[in-house]
């Protein structure tokens, strides 16, 4: 069984930045793609970020490209989130998927372990 949690959210003012970390436990992290998610209050949750296994492939959603990098270290089973001139639709819960293949997809039914999330507030 797969364990994840996230850290790092919290209350920033708009065009401030935080850093999401995900720590993963149970199987060997570096096979396997990890993923950002998030889901804002009355909202699906959508895709934010993904990154391959090795973490050579990255895939980012239209609204956070230039502005959000993900990141991993298998060394430490983490996977993290780098959020910078953030804005006030950003605000959502922050949720870190794994993946079930090693390579890189923004579907979330290709993501077969979930945390339990992280809020991220943006004010303006």
């Known amino acids: 069984q797969v364990q994840l949690v996230e850290s790092g959210g919290g209350l920033v003012q708009a065009g401030g930045s935080l850093r999401l970390s995900c720590a993963a436990s149970?199987?060997?992290?570096?096979?396997?793609?990890m993923g950002w998610f998030r889901q804002a209050p009355g909202k699906e949750r959508v895709f934010v970020a993904a990154i391959s296994g090795s973490g050579d492939r990255t895939s980012y959603a239209d609204s956070v490209k230039g502005r959000f990098t993900i990141s991993r270290d298998n060394a430490k089973n983490t996977v993290y989130l780098q959020v910078n001139s953030l804005k006030p639709e950003d605000t959502a819960v922050y949720y870190c998927?794994?993946?079930?293949?090693?390579?890189?997809?923004?579907?979330?039914?290709?993501?077969?372990?979930w945390g339990q999330g992280t809020q991220v507030t943006v004010s303006s």
């Open positions: 998927a794994a993946g079930r293949y090693s390579y890189v997809t923004v579907s979330p039914s290709l993501y077969d372990y």
């Open positions: 149970g199987r060997t992290f570096s096979r396997y793609a």
